[in-house]
């Protein structure tokens, strides 16, 4: 799961639009660990490091010309909330009022003793998070990215992340596959979607 990481630039507020007839008041469909406000924005998470750690990617992108990937290339790492990764465990599934969180940091090949490789440093660069909430998302999952802490609007369904999303995602239309203690977890329940099976199928010489 990369989730938007190459539709928002990195630290920017460039949310698409979204449509608030979807967006019901606060406490009518809000799952367990997300808040919304009166205008249907996600709250920031605050909490989030403390939730369970699923991955971490480095320098990863789905545009087959990007450049490969290189000590100055940005981290990201991935947060569940621990009753949403509880469930997977027993599942395979993912449950209402699942929370993803994508935190983008920056790299540097440069510091204290480090004579090759990187390592993540300074703030994050930018925060996106995955909600599933069948009442309040067409689909069943909302994305937004978040501009510092400020409330999130949710990104706009034109956006390529849902079709993406929907089209090549492991479980759930979230990006399992990524998430290395958790693929194992999704193949002996069985809950693999039928496209990701397609795909890795297709893929194989």
């Known amino acids: 799961m990369r989730f938007v990481r190459y539709l928002i630039p990195a630290g920017a507020a460039a949310v698409l639009a979204v449509s608030m007839a979807l967006a019901k008041a606060p406490e009518a469909s809000a799952p ?10 996600l709250l920031f998470p ?45 599942t395979g599934h993912w449950p209402e009022g699942t929370m993803l969180v994508l935190e983008i940091r920056g790299s540097t090949s440069k510091g204290s003793i480090n004579k090759s490789g990187a390592f993540q440093s300074g703030a994050p660069l930018a925060t996106e998070v995955h909600v599933h909430d069948s009442k309040r998302f067409k689909g069943g999952w909302g994305f937004f990215g978040f501009d510092g802490t400020k409330p999130a609007t949710m990104i706009g369904y034109d956006a390529s992340c849902y079709a993406c999303h929907q089209a090549n995602a492991a479980v759930d239309t979230t990006f399992v596959q990524f998430y290395p203690t958790l693929l194992p977890v999704a193949t002996e329940r069985g809950t693999l979607s039928a496209g990701y099976v397609a795909n890795e199928k297709a893929a194989k010489p």
């Open 32 to 41: 367990a660990g997300a808040q919304f406000n009166e205008k249907g924005e």
């Open 46 to 90: 605050a909490d989030y490091r403390s939730w369970t750690f699923v991955t971490s990617g480095h320098a990863m992108s789905y545009n087959a010309t990007a450049n490969a990937a290189s000590p100055g290339g940005p981290f990201d790492n991935v947060f569940v909330n621990s009753g949403a990764y509880a469930e997977f465990m027993k």
